[in-house]
């Protein structure tokens, strides 16, 4: 990736959405960290609990923002998550360029009126392979990915219906929207890019009382977790988009 020909580093914003288990968090770091890593690090970053603040300045201010995921339900309507979803509406409207990842990706879904909730199948977890659609082949991130990958997923709610004007870029064969776009700089994803196979394992083993009484497999899925590169190189393109962006600008 280019350096930045501007002389100040892109801003951007990494709204952070909730914490993760206190065993992952002691061992590979919070919700945040994961980002930082996987996002360029020529980008000035900052992040911002919005549990516990409200997002600073107006959009307009950052030249991206990142929308982590959260064990909180959208559908919950929790006056903090509201509180993103609308100035998240106001960065989409602002053409600010906007990733949300699993409990971003519906929060970004509902802040535009799509509507978000528990998934009639019930929870999502382990290493799944995404399929992107032909409308893909010209979005600006996901062109540069392979037709099919492997990503991290683990999530209850899911976006049921996408918001109006959608682009569906990807779905699985439990998750018939595993990512959209709308306009040219707002993306919702529901795998987790930030993701590593460790934290994914990680995950797993927190989990594997709960898939136990909801009838999953938890060996079979900690045995079929495999890296996701491509999948991670979501974080990399959007970086590169939004450096770009800002030196055309």
Same mark, same amino acid.
């Given at each position: 990736?280019?350096?930045?020909?501007?002389?100040?580093?892109?801003?951007?914003?990494?709204?952070?959405?909730?914490?993760?288990?206190?065993?992952?968090?002691?061992?590979?770091?919070?919700?945040?960290? #994961? %980002?930082?890593?996987?996002?360029?690090?020529?980008?000035?970053?900052?992040?911002?609990?919005?549990?516990?603040? &409200?997002?600073?300045?107006?959009?307009?201010? #950052?030249? @991206?923002?990142?929308?982590?995921?959260?064990?909180?339900?959208?559908? *919950?309507? !929790?006056?903090?998550?509201?509180?993103?979803?609308?100035?998240?509406?106001? !960065?989409?409207?602002?053409?600010?360029?906007?990733?949300?990842?699993?409990?971003? $990706?519906?929060?970004?879904?509902?802040?535009?009126?799509?509507?978000? @909730?528990?998934?009639?199948?019930?929870?999502?977890?382990?290493?799944?392979?995404? &399929?992107?659609?032909? =409308?893909?082949?010209?979005?600006?991130?996901?062109?540069?990915?392979?037709?099919?990958?492997?990503?991290?997923?683990?999530?209850?709610?899911?976006?049921? *219906?996408?918001?109006? @004007?959608?682009?569906?870029?990807?779905?699985?064969?439990?998750? /018939? $929207?595993?990512?959209?776009?709308?306009?040219?700089?707002? #993306?919702?994803?529901?795998?987790?890019? *930030? %993701?590593?196979?460790?934290?994914?394992? !990680?995950?797993?083993?927190?989990? =594997? /009382?709960?898939?136990?009484? *909801?009838?999953?497999?938890?060996?079979?899925?900690? !045995?079929?977790?495999?890296?996701?590169?491509?999948?991670?190189?979501?974080?990399?393109?959007?970086?590169?988009?939004?450096?770009?962006?800002?030196?055309?600008?």
């Amino acid at each position: 990736m280019k350096a930045p020909t501007t002389d100040q580093a892109p801003k951007v914003l990494i709204l952070k959405t909730g914490t993760t288990y206190p065993e992952i968090r002691e061992q590979y770091g919070d919700f945040d960290a #994961w %980002f930082v890593r996987g996002l360029s690090d020529q980008l000035d970053l900052t992040v911002v609990d919005v549990t516990r603040e &409200t997002p600073p300045g107006q959009p307009t201010d #950052w030249d @991206g923002v990142v929308i982590t995921g959260s064990p909180a339900m959208v559908s *919950e309507r !929790a006056e903090w998550s509201e509180n993103a979803a609308a100035w998240t509406r106001q !960065a989409v409207e602002a053409q600010v360029p906007v990733l949300g990842v699993c409990y971003g $990706h519906q929060l970004l879904a509902h802040a535009l009126g799509g509507k978000v @909730g528990f998934h009639p199948d019930g929870r999502d977890t382990g290493t799944k392979q995404v &399929t992107l659609l032909d =409308t893909a082949q010209n979005d600006p991130i996901f062109q540069r990915l392979p037709a099919q990958f492997p990503a991290q997923l683990t999530h209850k709610q899911s976006v049921l *219906e996408l918001p109006p @004007g959608a682009v569906l870029l990807a779905n699985s064969s439990f998750e /018939p $929207h595993q990512a959209f776009r709308v306009g040219d700089s707002a #993306w919702g994803v529901q795998f987790h890019p *930030e %993701f590593t196979d460790q934290i994914m394992k !990680a995950y797993l083993e927190v989990q =594997t /009382p709960d898939l136990d009484k *909801e009838g999953l497999d938890a060996p079979q899925l900690l !045995a079929e977790v495999t890296p996701a590169p491509a999948a991670s190189k979501v974080l990399t393109y959007f970086s590169e988009l939004v450096t770009d962006r800002l030196v055309s600008a």
